[in-house]
């Protein structure tokens, strides 16, 4: 049967599904768009169900914030293969999810799969579509959310590194800042904002490792100097690398990340951050 090109533009607006792909469902269910719907989700199901155990590492990244700049997401939309990750489509459905995240601010990624997208779907569903149209295996890997006085998203190396970063005030000055905050974090990877937010358990497993290490290099050494030194190098090298107000400032490496803010709002703290890449 015919199938009008109104049709298949629904179809492709609900579905986020290819141009031939929508009017092959259509055709298969006689015109009927919810049945043309329901063919391409089952389409989906059946795909995922083949590649369950497949390991989806690439995808896109998007990280976003709201029109009043005090609230982030950003989302990790898992494909198996690059070729996939850089299709248009895929990336439009990418943005479209954490629009929805943003616009709803979910706490878990649980309920974002759960919430309505686009008015007659969700976003599971919608994911579901866009998997029996591409052959993929595609599902929302990872979410996460952050609220702050000001929060600055930043997207790295072509929708691979995602991040949020939380002031506890908010300036234009400090929106630049953000930015360029977040550049860093995306390129040389903290795990804490300062040395007090570090986990406990990164710093004893960077003590044991470093013994180990000074133990090899120094078997003559008594044990409390050996001690002494490794104190010494976890607060010269690992504090400095692991935590962001202690790196050096990308753009000016004779200055740190926390003299940087310092220079833009002296008062001005980093409440947290969130990095997020497709691994």
């Known amino acids: 049967m015919k199938v009008s090109a109104k049709d298949v533009k629904k179809l492709r607006d609900l579905t ?6 929508c009017k092959k469902a259509l055709v298969e269910a006689e015109g009927n768009i919810e049945a043309a719907v329901d063919i391409l989700r089952k389409k989906g199901q059946k795909i995922m169900g083949k590649r369950a155990d497949r390991n989806a590492t690439e995808g896109a990244v998007i990280a976003l914030t709201n029109e009043e700049g005090n609230k982030g997401v950003v989302v990790h939309l898992s494909a198996e293969t690059d070729f996939v990750a850089k299709n248009v489509d895929f990336v439009a459905l990418a943005k479209g999810i954490a629009a929805t995240a943003i616009k709803n601010f979910p706490a878990t990624k649980e309920e974002l799969n759960e919430l309505s997208h686009d008015g007659d779907t969700t976003v599971a569903k919608a994911t579901l579509s866009m998997a029996g149209v591409i052959g993929e295996k595609i599902e929302v890997k990872k979410y996460q959310r952050l609220e702050a006085a000001q929060v600055v998203a930043y997207i790295h190396a072509g929708n691979k590194v995602g991040v949020l970063i939380g002031i506890d005030k908010a300036s234009d000055e400090l929106a630049v800042a953000g930015r360029n905050m977040a550049m860093q974090i995306a390129a040389l990877s903290p795990i804490a904002v300062d040395k007090e ?8 497993k960077e003590i044991a490792l470093q013994l180990d290490i000074t133990r090899k290099e120094m078997p003559d050494k008594p044990e409390k100097m050996i001690e002494n030194i490794v104190r010494g190098r976890v607060n010269k090298s690992f ?3 692991k935590t962001l107000m202690n790196q050096p400032y990308v753009k000016d490496s004779k200055s740190t990340v926390k003299k940087y803010l310092a220079s833009v709002d002296k008062g001005a703290k980093v409440t947290g951050f969130i990095r997020m890449n497709l691994a």
């Open 16 to 21: 986020g599904a290819g141009m031939m792909d």
């Open 197 to 204: 937010d570090l986990d406990q358990g990164e710093i004893d």
């Open 239 to 241: 504090f400095k690398e």
